[in-house]
């Protein structure tokens, strides 16, 4: 595994993604967000918009930290 910072970008996705199920409007800020393709990459993010549990420990504020294959 190798660590990458977490931007405050993607703690913001990451947090909000945390309150799923959310409106559409949120979703198409979310998305079109860079941090979004960056996220589903890493599979932090499911198809169906939710966090993985990767995701979520990521979502959490214990580490400053992002871990990626």
Known sequence: MACVPVSSEMSYLLDALRSWPFA???????RA???WEQARS????????????????H???ESPQGRIR
């Open 24 to 30: 559409p409007d949120v979703l198409g800020q979310l």
């Open 33 to 35: 967000m860079p941090e």
């Open 42 to 57: 890493w599979g932090w993010v499911m198809e169906s918009e939710e966090l993985t549990c990767t995701g979520l420990r």
């Open 59 to 61: 979502a959490g504020r």
